[in-house]
């Protein structure tokens, strides 16, 4: 009698949880992510490939004779790729990514302590390569976003919208926090694609690297919630960026730089301190940039003006197509445009959709 009420009790913890499963709003969720993941995989696809060419050159001149003293130099130039790259496809505008930028500059005033003090030099480029991987492999996700809510303010479908910015939300968080896990557990291996040699350089590049790699990693998930979504948002909803830019800059040049160097330098954490800096930095745009979303964002009002702009847009798209109808209509046959039976110009037309 017992082990009967106990399988009936299972039972019905095991039906509450299909029926959970099986819910509108998991059906819905599963569903977005679904459209979300159409949009936002070309795009990722695309990015990483470009990507790929820069970490198999950094790979390729540190396992190169000497190669451990050339890492610091080609490193360098991959990071300005790196930078130029998130500044094209809008992900690190108002200022994000030279911020991180200034951190080769800002650590080289710690080289003069030995090797171990100049293998930053070397490691921050490593280090950052490996987050901007990371953060592409996500972005995907924000960038879908920005099309979809886009799209679906134009329907005026203010609360769709909404709910989709969610679930890109939940999806690049799980995506980032997940990747981020692997990435820490296998620094150490990473690491050891970039840095190659028995010599005390290499040694400090490896292990700089190494203890560098959880910090970086931290600002690419945080990252990830502010250029890789909420900015992203604010694209799709045609926002004013003035304010989103202005905390921007402030958080990495008033903060973020400044902050890492009196870490650094003041307090003796070094390359760590630097970064540590810029993490707090990213910290503040992603709580001010959700907070700002939060506070100033109407989707139902959004939908009401993005719907009017379509609605007017197509208008007088359909009233310049009208125009030309028209003025066509009224033009004498021409033989080698329209052919001599008409139907070449049906023909035409088709081929132009």
């Known amino acids: 009698m017992c082990r009967e009420?106990?399988?009936?009790?299972?039972?019905?913890?095991?039906?509450?949880?299909?029926?959970?499963?099986?819910?509108?709003?998991?059906?819905?969720?599963?569903?977005?992510?679904?459209?979300?993941?159409?949009?936002?995989?070309?795009?990722?696809?695309?990015s990483v490939v470009g990507f790929a060419?820069?970490?198999?050159?950094?790979?390729?001149?540190?396992?190169?004779p000497e190669g451990e003293l050339l890492v610091g130099a080609a490193g360098i130039?991959?990071?300005?790729?790196?930078?130029?790259?998130?500044?094209?496809?809008?992900?690190s505008t108002f200022g994000a990514a030279p911020g991180w930028e200034c951190t080769l500059?800002?650590?080289?005033?710690?080289?003069?302590?030995?090797?171990?003090?100049?293998?930053?030099?070397?490691?921050?480029p490593i280090c950052t390569t490996v987050f901007v991987c990371e953060f592409l492999?996500?972005?995907?996700?924000?960038?879908?976003?920005?099309?979809?809510?886009?799209?679906?303010?134009?329907?005026?479908?203010?609360?769709?919208a909404r709910f989709s910015g969610g679930v890109a939300l939940v999806a690049a968080s799980l995506s980032s926090i997940t990747l981020a896990a692997v990435v820490v557990s296998n620094r150490?291996?990473?690491?050891?694609?970039?840095?190659?040699?028995?010599?005390?350089?290499?040694?400090?590049?490896?292990?700089?690297?190494v203890s560098l790699m959880p910090v970086t990693t931290l600002y690419s998930v945080l990252a990830t919630l502010a250029p890789g979504w909420s900015q992203q948002v604010l694209f799709g909803l045609g926002a004013d960026l003035r304010a989103p830019a202005t905390l921007n800059i402030f958080a990495f040049f008033a903060v973020g730089v400044p902050g890492g160097s009196l870490l650094a330098y003041r307090f003796g954490m070094g390359v760590q301190g630097i970064w540590l800096g810029?993490?707090?930095?990213?910290?503040?745009?992603?709580?001010?940039?959700?907070?700002?979303?939060?506070?100033?964002?109407?989707?139902?009002?959004?939908?009401?003006?993005?719907r009017a702009r379509a609605l007017q847009r197509e208008g007088a798209?359909?009233?310049?197509?009208?125009?030309?109808?028209?003025?066509?209509?009224?033009?004498?046959?021409?033989?080698?445009?329209?052919?001599?039976?008409?139907?070449?110009?049906?023909?035409?037309?088709?081929?132009?959709?």
């Open 5 to 46: 009420a106990r399988l009936s009790v299972i039972g019905a913890d095991v039906g509450g949880s299909s029926a959970l499963l099986a819910s509108p709003l998991h059906r819905r969720f599963l569903l977005e992510v679904r459209e979300l993941a159409v949009l936002g995989w070309p795009q990722t696809v695309t």
């Open 53 to 64: 060419p820069r970490i198999f050159l950094l790979s390729a001149v540190a396992h190169l």
């Open 77 to 91: 130039g991959s990071m300005v790729c790196n930078v130029s790259q998130l500044m094209l496809i809008r992900s």
């Open 105 to 124: 500059f800002v650590a080289s005033g710690l080289c003069g302590g030995g090797a171990a003090a100049c293998a930053v030099t070397a490691a921050i």
């Open 137 to 160: 492999l996500v972005f995907g996700w924000g960038l879908a976003a920005c099309n979809r809510i886009g799209n679906l303010l134009g329907e005026g479908k203010g609360q769709e």
């Open 188 to 209: 150490r291996r990473i690491a050891t694609f970039f840095v190659e040699g028995e010599s005390e350089e290499a040694a400090a590049v490896l292990e700089t690297t």
């Open 278 to 306: 810029l993490v707090a930095a990213i910290g503040l745009v992603v709580v001010g940039q959700h907070a700002h979303l939060a506070r100033t964002t109407d989707w139902p009002e959004m939908a009401r003006v993005a």
């Open 317 to 353: 798209e359909a009233t310049e197509g009208d125009a030309v109808a028209l003025a066509r209509a009224k033009e004498p046959p021409d033989p080698k445009r329209d052919g001599d039976d008409g139907l070449e110009t049906l023909g035409t037309q088709c081929s132009r959709l």
